[in-house]
């Protein structure tokens, strides 16, 4: 009898040791959760509601920490699995105590829920197509003034990246220090990319998502109107042509990477280049590249060659379907941006 308690007592320990740390750790999610909760309820009780930018941003960090506990934000982006979480730099950083403390005094003493935050963060919104909560990532340079307007850069992402520009990425790092000191504002919207009907572009209200995250920047930081630039890799270099096209009055400039538009691939509508009459136009291309027919960008070129139109083609030799690792890198790039206004 003693060997056959003692053999229970034996198999048992290790079960009851496991069911105990699981629920030590899911308390300390649970406590995590209710930190988020507790934030919420703080704005509300000071008179705010789903309207404000700092209760938005801790929905939307829930959100994501919801997805992170249920393994979902790391998963890959095939299929249409686009990780739920944007950018892990940003979401380290608008997760931090430290950070939501921040916005919370900032609303609290009644000024803007980002005022006097720098560096790279994200800025959520409700999309006015179906009033589902969303965000941004956002590059403020480290001077950032309310006393004078600053040029926009808007970064489209390519497919299955999900709104992804990474701070600490060697392809788009130096990109975010010359912003930083040309005293450039970026923004990286996600496009409603995770639905399956945008998987393919930045049409239809993907595209309104786009305009609506461009004016929601607008109404929040001294943005220089005749100074907005548009670029954009891969699906985002379709969409850098596509939207930069139908809203020409919008943008000084456009470059779109490795992109695609003439109608003949993925089953996207052409491009209708005679809208880009007036508006520079720098094209970068791989000649290598085996996912986007470096093709597409000869012939949008030779288009716009054709209508006098203002266009700058560098074809990278012995590069693949990154050129954009190249490009913005090279702050010959960013100077070309700067140089136009509407």
């Known amino acids: 009898m003693k060997n056959k308690n003692y053999i229970t007592f034996n198999v048992l320990m290790p079960i009851m040791f496991i069911f105990i740390l699981n629920s030590c750790i899911s308390q300390i999610k649970d406590e995590q959760t209710l930190l988020f909760y507790e934030d919420q309820k703080e704005l509300y009780e000071l008179g705010y509601n789903d309207t404000n930018d700092a209760v938005l941003l801790i929905k939307r960090v829930a959100h994501y920490y919801k997805s992170e506990k249920r393994g979902l934000a790391y998963v890959g982006w095939q299929n249409n699995n686009t990780s739920s979480i944007y950018n892990f730099t940003t979401y380290n950083r608008i997760k931090s105590m430290e950070f939501r403390k921040l916005i919370k005094n900032n609303v ?10 720098t560096g790279f963060f994200e800025i959520a919104y409700l999309s006015d197509t179906d009033k589902k909560l969303d965000s941004y990532l956002i590059y403020i340079p480290e001077n950032y003034s309310t006393e004078k307007d600053y040029p926009l850069i808007v970064f489209l992402h390519g497919y299955g990246d999900g709104a992804y520009i990474g701070e600490h990425n060697p392809k788009t790092e130096t ?7 040309k005293e450039v504002i970026l923004i990286a919207p996600n496009g409603r990319h995770w639905l399956p009907e945008h998987m393919g572009g930045y049409r239809d209200d993907s595209e309104d998502d786009v305009l609506k ?10 943005i220089d109107q005749k100074r907005i630039y548009l670029t954009g890799i891969s699906m985002g270099g379709y969409g850098t042509w596509y939207i930069g096209s139908r809203n020409s009055n919008l943008f000084a400039a456009i470059a779109p990477t490795c992109g695609y ?9 052409q491009i209708d280049l005679s809208l880009l009459k007036d508006i520079p136009v720098y094209v970068t291309h791989g ?48 100077d070309w941006l700067l140089g136009y206004e509407k």
Not at 108 to 117: Q, R
Not at 175 to 181: E, G, I, Q, V
Not at 213 to 222: A, D, F, N, P, T
Request: hydrophobic fraction near 35%; charged fraction near 25%; aromatic fraction near 12%.
């Open 108 to 117: 609290a003493n009644g000024d803007f829920a980002f005022s006097n935050i």
């Open 175 to 181: 990109f975010l220090d010359y912003c930083n000191r």
């Open 213 to 222: 995250v461009i004016s929601h920047v607008k109404e929040r930081y001294r």
């Open 261 to 269: 538009g003439t109608g003949k691939v993925f089953g996207v509508p």
């Open 287 to 334: 000649d290598e590249d085996a996912s986007v027919p470096v093709s597409e960008s000869r012939t949008m070129v030779k288009e716009l060659q054709k209508i006098n139109s203002q266009v700058i083609y560098r074809e990278l030799e012995g590069v693949g379907h990154n050129s954009w690792d190249i490009l913005y890198q090279e702050e010959e790039f960013i």
